[in-house]
């Protein structure tokens, strides 16, 4: 039965991060400006502003499975949106706008199926068991974000971008198929009937302050996320000068870097100080970013720290939402993790626009090395502030 629902995890998850690659890089085809890519993906995360806390109240009342698969279809809409488009060319040079309609119909899905797909572990399996499978889940997730820039930009270099979405899309309704297998019980669950239940959620948090310092420290953890997502694939063609396929194979580096980071972390799982290494691995990723503009001449250096900014990426991101796991009880899960994506997505949504405003009138270099100095001063203050994490992860 995990079996299936990895196999699941797995498909919707690379369509997920392929579509978010591949809008991008045609972004960058049919406009001259970073800032409209950083809103193509923030046009993505902008549905969870208004769906994030009614996602985690319907997914603490209702099938999560049933809830997960209609998400699912809504992004694969998203993508058949974006082929039609550019089948009928009402995306083209020029005409970029309606890329945005295509991103808005997958962050509708996207804000409920990133706590769906932690939240349904509740009501899969065991409480005890949760910790080790989210890890092995986050390790998908990052799994699904590396190999994507591989897998879409081998799709690009033999054929069309219309395609390529189609492709996507197809991904999305063959991982709700393997879904719908899926035997699943609904246990433990809210019994309150009204509204989003954000008071409960608040209270909530009040009470966990372990919790509540994991979800403030992602949320620094992923400012990084938007240059990443916006200008990585902007620096490799127009910088390092690589083609659609090297291009995908070089940032599939930082991918296969956090997949094994993620994987590593099982390595950690049984360590009573995995808030030091949370901050130590945060503040070292920081310091590698800054470094990618000054390895330009040498594409194996540039590969490298890649990977190694991956690892440590890799590490963080799936300490974190553990240790969310561990400390959040079944009646709320839902909530508290449409909470975690809220702060997971929209974070690099904002800073994805900022980055793309800054890079239009500095260049993408000097918006990398301040991007991570300025991240560093941030994990410098929450490291001396979080005393819960330092002391009890």
């Not at 690659?21 to 208004?50: E, H, K, M, R």
């Amino acid at each position: 039965m995990i079996l299936f629902y990895y196999l699941s995890s797995i498909l919707g998850l690379l369509a997920g991060n392929m579509f978010n690659y591949t809008a991008i890089i045609l972004s960058q085809s049919i406009s001259n400006s970073d800032t409209f890519s950083g809103w193509v993906f923030f046009f993505v995360c902008f549905p969870l502003l208004f769906l994030s806390f009614t996602a985690g109240r319907l997914l603490d009342k209702y099938s999560r499975k049933w809830l997960l698969a209609a998400a699912q279809i809504s992004m694969a809409c998203g993508s058949g949106f974006a082929a039609l488009a550019l089948h009928l060319e009402w995306i083209s040079p020029g005409k970029p706008y309606l890329l945005l309609v295509s991103s808005v119909l997958s962050g509708i899905g996207l804000s409920f199926v990133m706590p769906g797909r932690f939240a349904i572990l509740g009501d899969l399996l065991e409480h005890s068991k949760i910790g080790k499978h989210s890890v092995w889940l986050n390790t998908l997730v990052l799994f699904g974000y590396g190999l994507a820039p591989l897998v879409a930009g081998y799709f690009k270099e033999y054929f069309s971008f219309k395609y390529v979405f189609m492709s996507i899309g197809s991904a999305y309704i063959l991982s709700v198929f393997f879904l719908i297998l899926i035997p699943i019980e609904m246990r433990e669950r809210s019994k309150s009937s009204s509204g989003p239940g954000i008071s409960e959620l608040v209270e909530y948090l009040k009470n966990s302050t372990l919790v509540s310092q994991f979800l403030l420290l992602m949320g620094a953890v992923v400012l990084l996320v938007g240059p990443v997502q916006v200008l990585l694939p902007k620096y490799a063609k127009d910088v390092l000068g690589l083609g659609e396929g090297e291009r995908g194979a070089l940032l599939s580096a930082l991918g296969i870097g956090l997949v094994i980071g993620g994987g590593v972390t099982f390595l950690l799982h049984s360590l009573k100080k995995k808030g030091h290494i949370l901050f130590g691995t945060a503040l070292f990723s920081c310091f590698l970013f800054s470094l990618i503009p000054f390895l330009a001449e040498s594409l194996l250096l540039t590969a490298v720290c890649f990977f190694v900014f991956g690892f440590m990426t890799g590490v963080i991101i799936t300490l974190i939402p553990a240790g969310i796991q561990q400390n959040t009880e079944n009646h709320i899960r839902g909530r508290i993790l449409s909470l975690y994506s809220l702060v997971f997505l929209l974070v690099p949504a904002f800073s994805g626009i900022l980055s793309g405003f800054f890079s239009d009138r500095i260049g993408i270099p000097s918006t990398f090395v301040w991007s991570g100095f300025l991240e560093m001063g941030v994990l410098i203050y929450l490291s001396w502030r979080m005393d819960q994490v330092r002391s009890h992860y």
